[in-house]
């Protein structure tokens, strides 16, 4: 088994990195937070008091953050670890982030002699728990195989999609159709309900037609539709909505940076971007069908 160090334990990483340690891998993980860190040490893990502090003879070092700024600070600002990670190290970002970011991390790694995978993920906090995330990779076919152990623990599905970066842009294309989804499959629903529909068969009579999507068997935007989803529990858990219209931004840049068009992205990230303003941003983004809606 290998010595991970692990970085960021929220509702992603913390289940993620409970299951690396029920591997049987030993983990020293890291976070802001007090109660994640005593989350993930009752799972199995030692905690650091610092991100360098995890380090300590790190054979892997994972990361798995909110933003560009934070990953770009982890590793390269003014008490940045990159330089204190053991040589020969292998280094696995999670996080979603902008491609160019993850690019940069990535170089001053390999000029470092460290390999480094961008490795974003797909599967929401119910895959995290459950091990079975998607992992969308980009980096060397070396340093993948290297990773492949530790990826499977913690997921069901590994993607190689390119070099560095190009594990972030396929990320962002499947969220900015994710999001787009799960803001029309609310507006469908709610169009039923207002001509007297039961949202529920509604929802059934979509998922086993051409409407079938994530957001009508699995995140299902109406309240009481599935037991399971954050709308029946106050839209509580789940991802973030505040998190989407972070990823739709970078969907946005990366869109430009290239000269796409992508017309449905951006008007999503409007849509996202008026549910935060309505008090919406800690909730689920399924909660953007409040903004068509008052049920």
């Keep these: 088994m290998s010595r991970i160090a692990f970085i960021g334990l929220g509702n992603m990483g913390g289940p993620m990195a409970a299951n690396l340690a029920k591997a049987g891998h030993v983990l020293r993980v890291f976070d802001l937070v007090p109660a994640a860190l005593e989350a993930a040490v009752a799972a199995g893990a030692s905690a650091a008091t610092s991100a360098a502090d995890t380090l300590a003879d ?33 280094v696995i970002d999670c996080s979603t982030i902008a491609p160019a970011s993850a690019r940069k991390v990535a170089e001053a790694a390999a000029a470092r002699g460290l390999q480094m995978l961008d490795a974003p993920v797909s599967g929401g906090t119910a895959g995290a728990a459950a091990g079975t995330l998607t992992f969308i990779v980009g980096g060397g076919a070396e340093a993948l195989e290297r990773a492949r152990p530790f990826l499977q623990a913690m997921g069901k599905n590994i993607f190689h999609v390119g070099d560095s970066g190009a594990g972030q842009v396929a990320k962002l294309c499947n969220n900015m159709a994710l999001g787009v989804i799960m803001a029309v499959t609310g507006e469908a629903i709610a169009l039923g309900t207002a001509h007297g529909l039961d949202a529920k068969v509604l929802s059934q009579m979509m998922a086993v037609s051409t409407g079938r999507s994530w957001a009508t068997e699995v995140c299902n935007p109406w309240p009481g539709v599935l037991e399971n989803a954050p709308a029946s529990r106050g839209y509580t858990g789940g991802f973030g909505n505040d998190l989407m219209l972070k990823d739709l931004g970078l969907a946005v840049e990366a869109a430009m940076g290239v000269g796409a068009s992508i017309p449905l992205g951006e008007l999503a990230r409007n849509l996202y971007a008026m549910n935060s303003r309505a008090g919406n941003g800690k909730l689920d983004f399924s909660s953007v069908v409040k903004l068509v809606s008052e049920n």
């Design 58 to 90: 790190a054979e892997v070092v994972i990361s798995m953050l909110p933003a560009s700024r934070h990953v770009e600070g982890l590793y390269l600002g003014e008490h940045g670890i990159l330089e204190k990670i053991p040589a020969g190290a292998l």
